[in-house]
C-alpha cells in the first residue's frame, strides 16, 4: 500500500500502520467510478472483493455513499501478487 499512498486518489479504509491493519485493506480512487477500477484490475488479473455502496463509516458520509475495493493478501501470496496490485492502482487511478 506504500505505493498506493503516493496517489492522490487513493484512500485507505484503515490507516495503513501495522498496528491497524493486516492483510485486509479496504480502499477506493477517489473522483474514479467503481466500474471503472474494477474493470482495470480484472484486465490485470487482480482479484480483490469489494463493498456494497454505503455511508456512515470510516469518514464516509451517510449522505454520499461510496464503495470500497478489498484485496486480501495471505500466506501464499507472492511479493509479485502485491506488485501487480500496486500496478493496477497506479493505473486505474491515471487511467479509470
Given amino acids: 500500500m506504500t505505493r498506493a499512498q503516493r496517489l492522490p486518489a487513493f484512500r485507505a479504509a484503515v490507516r495503513l500502520e501495522p498496528v491497524h491493519c493486516a492483510s485486509l485493506v479496504g480502499f477506493e480512487l477517489s473522483g474514479k467510478k467503481y466500474e471503472a477500477v474494477d474493470d482495470v484490475l480484472d484486465k490485470r488479473h487482480v482479484l480483490v472483493g469489494g463493498t456494497e455502496s454505503y455511508g456512515g463509516f470510516f469518514g464516509i458520509p451517510e449522505n454520499a455513499p461510496r464503495s470500497l475495493f478489498c484485496p486480501n493478501a495471505g500466506l501464499c501470496t507472492s511479493l509479485a501478487d502485491v506488485d501487480r496490485l500496486a500496478e493496477a492502482i ?5 487511467t479509470a
Fill in 90 to 94: 497506479e493505473v486505474a487511478a491515471q
